[in-house]
């Protein structure tokens, strides 16, 4: 199954799609991750994609086509994989089409988490992010036991540095109307399902299989 989580900065697709991902036995694949990653091993690439990330906004279109589709072309995604944060804009996703198309492969579901953006800013402004699994926590709605290190691996919680409250106001605006716009794209081709993003963890989760037509 191939699955798209859209949803602007904080709707909580990583969380959810960790999860979702891990139900289903399939890749979870971030180009926010792999670029952060990128980063921390300092490649070429990394440092590029850093300058953009630090101010908000997007990484160009050609090296975050050709991130993805090298992280696609992997044996793992043979039987189907879960997007996170890619695609972000229309191009990126005629692209991603494309590549499928030439893979005889296609998206099943788009599943846009839809939350308030009032909302949004005290998500991203609380979270924290663990520094070895990568697993997201929240200062209030989603607390780790101990309050500076992972309840899972017990590596150190880190303050993601575009989640500083200008940068996050930044990003909010850059990706409005371009969510707006895939969303319309992914509505045109009749695979979009809108699921209720302010809910508890939980329940956004059970929505999401809902939608994909899987009871848990
Ligand atoms: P990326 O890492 O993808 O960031 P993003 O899209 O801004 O999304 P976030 O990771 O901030 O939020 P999320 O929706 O995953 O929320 P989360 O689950 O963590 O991208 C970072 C940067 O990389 C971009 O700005 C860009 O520069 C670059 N980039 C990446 N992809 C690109 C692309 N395709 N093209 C170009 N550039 C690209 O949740 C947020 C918080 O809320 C957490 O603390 C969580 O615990 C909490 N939370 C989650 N769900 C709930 C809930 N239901 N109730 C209460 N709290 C919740
Ligand atoms: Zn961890």
Not at 61 to 66: F, Q, R, S, W
Not at 96 to 110: G, H, K, N, P, W
Not at 126 to 152: E, F, M, W
Not at 168 to 188: F, P, Q, W
């Amino acid at each position: 199954m191939i699955i798209l989580l859209l949803g602007l900065p904080g709707a909580g697709k990583g969380t959810q799609a960790k999860r979702i991902a891990d139900y289903l036995r399939i890749p979870h694949i971030s180009t926010g991750d792999l670029f952060r990653k990128a980063a921390q091993e300092r490649t070429e690439l990394g440092l590029q994609a850093r300058e953009y990330m630090e101010k908000g906004e997007l990484v160009p279109d050609g090296v975050t086509i050709g991130l993805a589709v090298k992280r696609l072309a992997r044996a793992d995604c043979e039987k189907g994989f879960l997007l996170d944060g890619f695609p972000r804009n229309v191009i990126q996703a005629e692209a991603l089409d494309q590549y499928l198309a030439s893979r005889f492969m296609r998206i099943d579901r788009v599943i846009d988490v839809a939350v308030d953006e009032t909302l949004l800013l005290e998500r991203l402004t609380g979270r924290r992010v663990c520094s070895g699994c990568g697993v997201s926590y929240h200062t209030i709605h989603q607390p780790p036991k101990n309050a500076d290190c992972c309840d899972l691996c017990e590596a150190r919680l880190i303050h993601r540095e575009d989640d500083q409250e200008s940068t996050v106001l930044e990003r909010l605006r850059i990706n409005k109307d371009l969510t707006d716009s895939l969303a319309g794209y992914y509505k045109a081709a009749e695979i979009l399902r809108t699921v209720d993003g302010s809910q508890e963890i939980g329940a956004v989760s059970n929505e999401i299989l809902e939608c994909l037509d899987i009871r848990s």
